[in-house]
Nanobody, 122 residues
Framework: QVQLVESGGGLVQPGGSLTLSCAVSGSIFTMYTMGWYREGPGQQRELVATIDNRNTAKYGDFVKGRFPISRDNAQKSAYLQMNDLKPEDSGVYFC????????????????WGQGTLVTVSS
């Protein structure tokens, strides 16, 4: 069974940077499009960024180039480099593994990590 473990959250001042990591185990990493989502206080979960196994990335509109996503297939990990952080970026950030279409037909299912808290405050 696939497992996702996030790390890298914490408290940072406005304008600062953090790098989130998501380590994947228990499955074939390249079967997944990896993604980051977040939930702000009282808000619905929203897309931050995704990256497929060809390194094609997509971003939420609010990112505006601040949060590049990357993956390392050898390390079975995905990363979110968060720059120029703002207080409104605070929330719980979740890693997601979404199976490719073929993997989905083979019964591979979507998985979520437990989340990591990011707090942007002075």
């Amino acid at each position: 069974q696939v497992q996702l473990v996030e790390s890298g959250g914490g408290l940072v001042q406005p304008g600062g940077s953090l790098t989130l990591s998501c380590a994947v185990s228990g499955s074939i990493f390249t079967m997944y499009t990896m993604g980051w989502y977040r939930e702000g206080p009282g808000q619905q979960r929203e897309l931050v960024a995704t990256i497929d196994n060809r390194n094609t990335a997509k971003y939420g509109d609010f990112v505006k180039g601040r949060f590049p996503i990357s993956r390392d297939n050898a390390q079975k990990s995905a990363y979110l480099q968060m720059n120029d952080l703002k207080p409104e970026d605070s929330g719980v950030y979740f890693c997601n593994a979404a199976p490719s279409e073929l993997a989905g037909l083979m019964g591979v299912v979507c998985a979520w990590g437990q989340g990591t808290l990011v707090t942007v405050s002075s």
